[in-house]
């Protein structure tokens, strides 16, 4: 077996071959059953298998592209169970872009944000008030609901304010670390959900724990966006700008600022780093790509309301940066994932299995144990194994590794290109 995989591990046409028969393998098998959760997971368990090959990134994000865009909605969309695959691929991007939004805070500057959810409800309330007829009651001006050719504006609009208030939010902040930092920014996601459940008055802004409903869904050229399946090549586009931007952020100055702020915050001011906007980026950044996901989240839902962003929201997330690895996009990509299947599908037919089987008379609960009570238990367990066997996440973080040799060769290359001959001045540098 050993010999395998080291022969593996050196022939990447032999890679490549494997991972397009695991994909064909596994696209058959969804394509006949028609309605397997384990079909559905196992395809989705390639692109896991992609990231661990040893081929250039461009034909990993090229073969992911193929997957993600043309293989899972060709081969789900035969089965009664092609929507709600498409539901649970949507809510996967959405709350991997958050997780990512978060990872920059936290992972990478090494702030605890616990209110990160109330950036996901300034982006769905932004475009939720004004894409009902809610905006009217305080606009002295305009035709409300706006349509919903709106929504791409809306996208930027949500990524901007959400934005600003992440910096309204690191001003007062700064002077904090720690666990002070965790108890201000839980405070703040809990005042901007008891503000949207009372902002009805004296002015109805926000309609109070009644919510906004029927926001108007996207539309482009009067065609609308409804069906989850419509709404997962929306996240999908978001979802790949949001990755890319990350990436870039990670090796740049800012992201080696932010991971010197991190590690030592006196150390990087000595070093000339600003601590102050350094941290400020940090909240924006993070807070952008959360407005724009609760911007979709509002009009894939068309309805909104405070209930669907508390605290618990906001752990969740920090739970999946946590898991996946924090300061590792690849291993946040895949916590989210990991976190979101397990309550949407995998835990949730597990309970109605066995729900089946107690109705059946084949196994029989006691009322403390019933499954359904027993779902968020097992949640926790799993996580519990997660952080006890991979402390350091599913994926850790890796900083990028430097031939030394190397280095010093190409630095003394480049100071012998500087250096010219001219007649009368001799030797110039």
Known sequence: MNKLTSKLKGNKLAQIILLVLYVLVTSLSLYLAQASVTAFLLLLFSLLLLYYTELPDRLKWLIAGVVLIGVIPFVSSTGPGYQSYMEVATVVGIYVAMALGLNIVVGLAGLLDLGFVAFFAIGAYTYGIFATGQAANFMPFGTFPLSGESFWIFILIGCFVAALFGVLLGIPVLRVKGDYLAIVTLGFGEIIRIVFNNLDKPVNITNGAMGLASVKPPEIFGYQFVYPNQFYFIVLAILFLVILAVRRFEFSKIGRSWKAVRENEIAAQSMGIHLVRTKL?????????????????????????????????????????????????????????????????????????????????????????????????????????????????????????????????????????????EPDKGFQA
């Open 281 to 421: 980026l940090a909240f924006a950044i993070g807070a952008s790509f959360s407005g724009m996901m609760g911007v979709v989240f509002a009009a894939k839902q068309t309805f909104v309301d405070p209930t669907s962003f508390t605290l618990l929201e906001s752990i969740t997330i920090l739970v999946m940066v946590i898991l996946g690895g924090m300061g590792s996009v690849p291993g946040v990509i895949l916590g989210a994932a990991v976190i979101t299947i397990l309550n949407l599908q995998v835990l949730t037919e597990v309970t109605n299995y066995l729900n089946q089987l107690s109705l059946d008379g084949v196994i029989s609960f006691p009322e403390a144990l019933a499954p359904a009570k027993m779902q968020r238990f097992i949640f926790g367990a799993i996580l519990i194994i997660f952080a006890i066997y991979r402390p350091q996440g599913l994926i850790p973080s890796k900083n990028p590794v430097f031939d030394e040799e190397s280095l010093k060769e190409g630095s003394k290359k480049h100071r012998k290109e500087q250096i010219t001959v």
